[in-house]
């Protein structure tokens, strides 16, 4: 005879081989909580709706609470024929109190169940993750304060663009990872819909209440349709999305620690306790947590390939895919976390060098555009200016010389005869007069501290 939970219908059970690919409850056993309080609420909607007594109620209460402790402890040994932690919670709630413990699966399925239990622990984790995007976003405006007056070249192509400050360096770190925040803030009002109820794909006949699991579970609502509820995992594909996204910005900022942290820039250094050495070669000091934090950024967007094509093509409602959402979702999270953990105590530890960043800046003359909008000033066509500048740049390069150095006469013989000398084109005055919106100037970077500081406030 079949012992499964499912098992009227079969003559004989799963061959052990075949059960072990079926089974999921080696990595899902993870929401055994989610699953208990899913569960403690629909038997409270069964006993207010009178599908249940209030013995009964009692009962399973008791039970499920004697289930989580064993779970919490490590006394309940996961079996492959039990296939999942929805049938192994019902399995050992039936042993411990009877035949009131067959009841608490009156008008649900493992449809919706565990869509109700992989959506409350993604909940969850959400708001896990919005806490600790606050903690890097906190950690960045601090910085941002600290650094607002230390002057570094700027980059695009990996070449010295325009001059920086390292506060309005920050900053631009902080406006990806603010949109991160909002990402996750959006998602969360999605995730909180109720799928309880659903049942298999089509409702129950029985006398439901789900409104009332709605308000157990601090949902904002139940889904607005069966079909729907049990086949959609639009949310965890986009914790996947999200996530993904977040540890690219990561990526690319770590890129650029290891880059500064390099011999070739030595802008920054990293503090030991976020290095490594190498086996053989005593000199060294590598960045390996940085590089972990890019490196790690191909599980998540693995993951979220992995989660998207399991989803192509499938035929709503449930399929046995599905089950291939958790670890992907699951080791998303557990990546994503860790990482914005980690990353939010290197950057504390990461210091830049004044002395070198001002002698960095000495170089590709930094300064270029800031002549040609002083041209443009003088009524000179941008595009006539850039010319005329570029004519420049290139005369001091064969000549060895930098703009300090460029007389009255060579500027008049490049056709610039607008400028006596080039002298007030310093790295300073040309911090200090970028005021645009957005630009680095001091008062314009104080400007962005102060509205980022707002923010990281009325953040959740």
């Known amino acids: 005879m079949n012992t499964n939970l499912w098992g009227g219908r079969f003559d ?16 899902d056993n993870v929401l055994f909580e989610y699953s208990i309080d899913a569960s403690k609420a629909h038997a409270a909607m069964l006993e207010k709706q009178k599908i249940i007594t209030s013995g009964e109620l009692s009962e399973i209460n008791r039970g499920l609470e004697i289930v989580r402790k064993k779970l919490e ?63 890097l976003l906190v950690v960045l405006v601090d910085l941002a304060e600290q650094g607002k007056e230390i002057a570094m070249p700027g980059f695009t192509h990996l070449q010295h663009a325009q001059p920086m400050t390292v506060g309005f360096y920050y900053m631009a770190h902080f406006q990806g990872l603010r949109r991160d925040y909002e ?29 009332y699991t709605t308000r157990l579970l601090g949902f904002d609502a139940p889904t607005e349709n069966a079909l729907d509820t049990v086949g959609n995992r639009d949310s965890f594909a986009e914790f996947c999305f ?44 590598n960045p390996d947590i940085a590089e972990l934090v890019r ?15 399991m989803l192509k093509g499938t035929f709503l409602t449930l399929n046995k895919d599905y089950q291939e959402d958790k670890e992907r979702l699951f080791d998303s999270v557990e990546t994503l976390h860790t990482t914005l953990y980690v990353f939010a105590h290197m950057l504390r530890a990461v210091h ?3 002395e070198v960043l001002r002698q960095q800046l000495e170089k590709g003359f930094i300064t270029a555009t800031d002549i040609a909008e002083y041209l443009v000033g003088c009524d000179v066509p941008f595009r006539d200016a850039h010319h005329l500048v570029g004519e420049l740049v290139k005369y001091c390069e064969a000549h060895g010389k930098d703009f300090s150095q460029v007389t009255k006469e060579e500027l008049r ?26 630009g680095v100037a001091p008062e314009e970077v104080e400007r962005q501290i102060q509205v980022a500081r707002a923010f990281v406030g009325q953040a959740e």
């Open 242 to 285: 999200d996530a993904a996204l977040t540890m690219v910005h990561l990526s690319g900022f770590a890129e650029e620690l290891i880059v500064f942290n390099s011999q070739e820039f030595r802008f920054i250094d990293i503090d030991d306790s976020f290095c490594t050495g190498s086996s053989i070669m005593p000199q060294k000091k």
């Open 12 to 27: 004989k059970p799963m061959e052990h081989y075949t059960a072990a690919y079926n089974a999921s409850i080696f990595f």
């Open 352 to 354: 830049f060098k004044p």
């Open 183 to 211: 990402r996750f803030s959006e998602l969360r009002k999605r995730v909180n819909q109720n799928p309880l109820g659903a049942c298999a794909m089509a409702g129950t006949t029985l006398p439901i209440d789900r409104w």
């Open 73 to 135: 402890k490590g006394e309940i040994a996961f079996d492959v024929m039990d296939e999942d932690i929805m049938m192994t919670v019902e399995k050992y709630l039936t042993e411990e109190i009877g035949s009131a413990g067959k009841r608490l699966h009156t008008a649900r399925s493992r449809n919706d169940q565990n869509v109700v239990d992989e959506t409350l622990y993604l909940r969850h984790m959400v708001d896990e993750t919005k806490r600790l995007l606050k903690e």
């Open 413 to 438: 013989a490049l056709g610039i005869t607008q400028l006596d000398d080039l002298s007030c084109f310093t790295v300073d005055a040309s911090i200090c007069n970028r005021r645009s919106w957005g």
């Open 295 to 309: 490196g790690k950024s191909s599980r998540t967007i693995g993951n979220l390939v992995s989660i998207l094509t």
